[in-house]
């Protein structure tokens, strides 16, 4: 047998496994469309022009939008083989930081840019955090999100003395809160983010660095990638992620508050779990997130409009996620 054959013959063997992962995801994705379509039908059905109706449809995409930007954050961390309970805590933190009396002051003589900056400023230095414990300080994702999560809460009470803070600065509220063609700003910002975040990690260095470094450890330590730093990079990446959900949604509320993003950890893993991201790292997309988001904003739009009980919503979402982890081992095992 020639030289060439054999290298053609091992090439091909090479790109096997690559073209029926890359198969595996294209059905997870249909998959996703499909279920997607039959919560809308279910909708129709169900609450009839309520559910179709422009406004409701806006309000869903809106809705959408702050949860889906933590949750392509959250892509990455996953991805990259980590987890973080932290995120909704740090939107409330951020939010609480940027409405305070002296930031908003600050915003009037140098422009609502100021908010938004200390918004995110604050995510970033939170993921930051996040990364260096979990990174140099060896501690476990699961303890030291935790410990996060805790104390950005109670941070964010004690800075608004568990009060509501109003936004009042006009130029913000106007800024953030305009409707180009009648669909609001956060809309755009969210999907600007999803391409962006799509690139990031499909079409660049940083995104092949957290494919490896979620799917093996030493060997991406091996292979020359900084491992500890590119950790605290993707935790201050969902940081960042962060503070931008939290402008949203002080744009969308007019206010910042300690209780903003309650429970925003457990939806914005579920979204990224059911679109197909591994919870053990290695493999994630962001496409996936986005139809995960959309898939459960929907699913708790149908369960508003018919009235059902935010019970029988959190047991619908367990089943769910359930579900996908299932169908995760199965797809796993098929492409091994």
């Known amino acids: 047998m020639s030289t060439s054959s054999v290298t053609g013959s091992t090439q091909e063997a090479a790109a096997a496994p690559e073209t029926r992962t890359r198969s595996l995801g294209i059905a997870r994705n249909l998959g996703l469309v499909v279920a997607l379509v039959a919560l809308c039908v279910v909708g129709l059905v169900t609450a009839g022009d309520r559910f179709a109706s422009t406004n409701n449809i806006i309000?869903?995409?809106?809705?959408?939008?702050?949860?889906?930007?933590?949750?392509?954050?959250?892509?990455?961390?996953?991805?990259?083989?980590?987890?973080?309970?932290?995120?909704?805590?740090?939107?409330?933190?951020?939010?609480?930081?940027?409405?305070?009396?002296?930031?908003?002051?600050?915003?009037?003589?140098?422009?609502?840019?100021?908010?938004?900056?200390?918004?995110?400023?604050?995510?970033?230095?939170?993921?930051?955090?996040?990364?260096?414990?979990?990174?140099?300080?060896?501690?476990?994702?699961?303890?030291?999100?935790?410990?996060?999560?805790?104390?950005?809460?109670?941070?964010?009470?004690?800075?608004?003395?568990?009060?509501?803070?109003?936004?009042?600065?006009?130029?913000?509220?106007?800024?953030?809160?305009?409707?180009?063609?009648?669909?609001?700003?956060?809309?755009?910002?969210?999907?600007?983010?999803?391409?962006?975040?799509?690139?990031?990690?499909?079409?660049?260095?940083?995104g092949r660095r957290t494919f490896a470094v979620g799917g093996n450890v030493e060997a991406a330590r091996l292979a020359g990638i900084k491992v500890q730093r590119h950790t605290v990079y993707l935790y201050a990446l969902l940081g960042a992620t962060c503070g931008v959900s939290a402008v949203m949604l002080m744009s969308r509320t007019q206010t910042g508050s300690s209780t903003h993003g309650l429970m925003w950890e457990l939806d914005a893993i579920a979204a990224v779990v059911i679109g197909g991201?591994?919870?053990?790292?290695?493999?994630g997309t962001v496409v996936g997130t986005l139809l995960g988001v959309l898939i459960f904003t929907t699913l708790t739009n149908v369960f508003t409009l018919n009235n059902l009980s935010t019970s029988v919503q959190a047991v619908a979402k367990g089943v769910i996620i359930v579900v996908a982890v299932l169908l995760q081992q199965r797809l796993a095992n098929r492409s091994t």
Not at 75 to 103: E, H
Not at 120 to 146: D, E, H, Q, S
């Open 59 to 206: 309000t869903v995409l809106s809705l959408a939008s702050a949860i889906g930007v933590v949750a392509i954050g959250m892509t990455f961390v996953i991805t990259g083989g980590g987890i973080d309970l932290s995120v909704g805590a740090i939107v409330a933190l951020a939010s609480v930081w940027a409405s305070t009396t002296g930031t908003q002051a600050m915003a009037e003589d140098v422009g609502w840019i100021v908010i938004v900056t200390t918004a995110v400023g604050v995510g970033i230095a939170c993921g930051v955090i996040n990364g260096v414990l979990i990174a140099y300080g060896k501690i476990v994702p699961f303890i030291a999100t935790l410990a996060m999560l805790a104390s950005a809460r109670g941070l964010a009470e004690i800075i608004a003395d568990r009060k509501t803070q109003i936004v009042r600065d006009e130029a913000f509220r106007d800024a953030l809160g305009a409707r180009p063609l009648g669909v609001p700003v956060i809309v755009y910002v969210f999907a600007v983010i999803v391409v962006l975040g799509w690139f990031l990690l499909n079409r660049t260095t940083f």
């Open 277 to 283: 991201t591994l919870l053990s790292g290695g493999r």
